[in-house]
């Protein structure tokens, strides 16, 4: 994958993570906490996997 690329889609998997620990941090109502601490978890296991799948293809390049 051209180098761009991946930067380009590591990006937006660095904005998920950003956007959901903003959310977190801005929430009020402690009903939504379980949930946003939740999607921080899941986005921070999204970009971990997304990063070493690029490590991957650039070893098979």
Do not use: C, G, Y
Request: charged share 40%.
């Amino acid at each position: 994958m051209h180098p761009a690329l991946m930067s380009e889609r590591r990006r937006i998997f660095i904005d998920a993570v950003e956007s959901a620990e903003n959310a977190l941090e801005n929430e009020q109502d402690t009903v939504f906490i379980p949930f946003w601490e939740w999607r921080v978890k899941i986005t921070q296991k999204e970009l971990e996997e997304q990063e070493e799948e690029a490590k991957e293809e650039q070893q098979t390049v």
